[in-house]
């Protein structure tokens, strides 16, 4: 027989859990956890009561590892010496991460921000007298609506969102993009934006944990940190355990390198994990259980509402060339956010 304690057992029951019976008692907690699981870890243990059943009650373990390893739910039990020998030790299922890109409602401000109304040529970085590309948001292909960042693209042509040009110029080229769904969700992977022509060479991310009635900054991005926010430059890799949560500028995504060279924007999320879970990730139990007993870390990577403030688009690593403005603006080809 098996003892269930905890928090979370009514719930649990609630969402589908099925009780076993076997020779007029109750055994085993048995099937699968439902992926909306609203249970924090850890919630549920199994604790084997009567001897006489021990290897059966092993086996039935095993068949429930089994069922668990093929149904896509995260692993929710770790082995746990005790006194009495090693034990399952169960956790809420949690959710499994997915891709939020589907989902997200994109919002672009200034509303006229978006290229194309009215047509509006435009060059490249790399090929800054060639300002034959024209954006026209009445015809298709030329059209770069904000909802091309959330496309999926497989196989054919990468399809991009694009800003106006700078053509006013020294006024500042600034775009908001608010990415919202509704919800809570939490991080499980880096964050990733993909600029088609040059990353920006300033940028804020900020996050709302109350669906955009307060924000706060993420992480700032620029090419050069104590110039844009007075702030010196850091990495992940130089944050530990203890200052994890802070929020940093870096440098890393902003230097120009060419735009086809790098084109993507992090939010690192693995790299915070790992100060917790090692590297690949493999104590993830650790992770969990700090998730759990560290103050802010949980709320760290959760948010209802993300916020890209563009500040200053990419300049070809050199001042801004005035004769030459149509080379300048944001182009956004996928925001892909994981996360449960
Ligand atoms: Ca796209």
Not at 84 to 90: K, L, R, S, T, V
Not at 179 to 191: A, F, R
Request: charged share 25%; hydrophobic share 35%.
């Amino acid at each position: 027989m098996f003892l269930a304690k905890g928090v979370c057992v009514e719930e649990r029951q609630r969402e589908g859990i099925r009780t076993v019976s076997l020779s007029g008692r109750t055994v085993l907690l048995l099937g699968r956890f439902r992926s909306s699981s609203p249970c924090g870890a850890p919630c549920l243990s199994l604790m084997p009561m009567d001897p006489s059943s021990a290897m059966l009650s092993q086996a039935l373990l095993l068949l429930q590892c089994f069922i668990l390893t093929l149904g896509q739910y995260d692993n929710c039990k770790s082995l746990v010496s005790t006194d009495d020998g090693p034990i399952w030790e169960y956790y809420a299922c949690q959710p499994r991460p997915m891709s939020m890109k589907e989902y997200m409602q994109i919002r672009v401000e200034p509303p006229d921000i978006t290229c194309g109304n009215p047509p509006e040529r435009f060059c490249t970085l790399e090929n800054p007298y060639l300002c034959s590309d024209e954006c026209d948001a009445s015809t298709k292909e030329l059209a770069h609506p904000p909802e091309l960042m959330q496309d999926r693209e497989r196989t054919g042509p990468i399809t991009y969102w694009q800003t106006v040009t700078w053509s006013r110029f020294p006024e500042p080229l600034l775009a908001n993009i608010s990415l919202s769904w509704n919800k809570t969700l939490e991080l499980t992977d880096d964050i990733q934006i993909t600029f088609q022509y040059g990353r920006p060479t300033i940028m804020v991310l900020d996050k709302s944990l109350n669906y955009g009635r307060n924000w706060q900054p993420y992480q700032y991005y620029a090419d050069d940190c104590m110039e844009a926010f007075g702030m010196y430059s850091k990495r992940v890799q130089d944050l530990s355990a203890t200052n994890v949560t802070r929020v940093i500028c870096t440098d890393q995504y902003s230097k120009w390198v060419g735009s086809k060279n790098d084109k993507t924007v992090r939010f690192e999320v693995k790299e915070r994990f790992s100060i917790f879970a090692g590297t690949k990730s493999k104590n993830m139990y650790n992770l969990y259980t700090r998730m759990e007993s560290m103050k802010g870390l949980r709320d760290f990577f959760s948010f209802t509402n993300l916020r890209l403030r563009l500040l200053r688009p990419a300049l070809g690593g050199t001042y801004v060339q005035r004769d030459n403005l149509l080379k300048y603006f944001y182009a956004i080809s996928d925001i892909d956010v994981q996360a449960r």
